[in-house]
Antibody, heavy 121, light 104 residues
Framework: QVQLVQSGAEVRKPGASVKVSCRAS????????VHWVRQAPGQGLEWMGF????????NYAQNFQDRVALTRDASITTVYMELSGLTSDDTAVYFC??????????????WGQGTLVTVSS | VLTQSPGTLSVSPGERATLSCRAS???????LVWYQQKSGQAPRLLMY???TRASGIPDRFSGSGSGTDFTLTISRLEPEDVAVYYC????????FGGGTKVEI
């Protein structure tokens, strides 16, 4: 079955960077883009960007353009999200999710369990 | 921008819940998606293409709409439907609405 398993919770100091992993299984890794979405405590969902696991090409939300990097290691079917220049506003749960297409429609059909990143001095 | 209303909806079990998602400009219904997020969990795909239920979603959930106005309806609310519901437009830069919290 399709699974996206993320790495564990992280604590970082302001100004530091964090790298979260998302290991995919149960489907052809190269066939589905992987998106990252974050959720600050008590807040809604915020889209960060996506990566094409086949080519490695990326597309980032404007809010994160200069601070986020999505990479992948196809040999272990894993996608990484690295966020730099952390501030307390980056404290959030970070989710990876797989995009799927049914005919003309597109949707995030499987999600990772989420990784809590806490930024605190 | 996707605007969801109301922010919070209080409904009795067995009653109908109607959630709205309004886009600031016309969007393709092919890319209008609804997710359900229960407390402490990852979002779950509910509806895609504005009106197609995802696998395993009960038929008390239905979606409709086109252009700028979309609706998610829960025909007979069950206690397990308590959650926050988000609409999303999967465009060049995928965008989420602010969510509607459904409570009993």
């Amino acid at each position: 079955q399709v699974q996206l398993v993320q790495s564990g919770a992280e604590v970082r100091k302001p100004g530091a960077s964090v790298k979260v992993s998302c290991r995919a299984s149960g489907y052809t890794f190269s066939a589905h883009y992987v998106h990252w979405v974050r959720q600050a405590p008590g807040q809604g969902l915020e889209w960060m960007g996506f990566i094409n696991p086949n080519s490695g090409s990326t597309n980032y939300a404007q809010n994160f353009q200069d601070r986020v990097a999505l990479t992948r290691d196809a040999s272990i079917t894993t996608v990484y999200m690295e966020l730099s220049g952390l501030t307390s506003d980056d404290t959030a749960v970070y989710f990876c999710a797989r995009i799927n297409r049914v005919g003309p429609a597109a949707m995030l059909d499987f999600w990772g369990q989420g990784t809590l990143v806490t930024v605190s001095s | 921008v996707l605007t969801q209303s109301p922010g919070t909806l209080s409904v009795s079990p067995g009653e109908r819940a109607t959630l709205s998602c309004r886009a600031s400009q016309s969007v393709s219904s092919n890319y209008l998606v609804w997710y359900q997020q229960k407390s402490g969990q990852a979002p779950r795909l509910l509806m895609y293409g504005a009106s197609t239920r995802a696998s395993g979603i009960p038929d008390r959930f239905s979606g409709s709409g086109s252009g700028t106005d979309f609706t998610l309806t829960i025909s007979r609310l069950e206690p397990e439907d308590v959650a926050v519901y988000y609409c999303q437009h999967y465009g060049t830069s995928p965008l989420f609405g602010g969510g509607t919290k459904v409570e009993i």
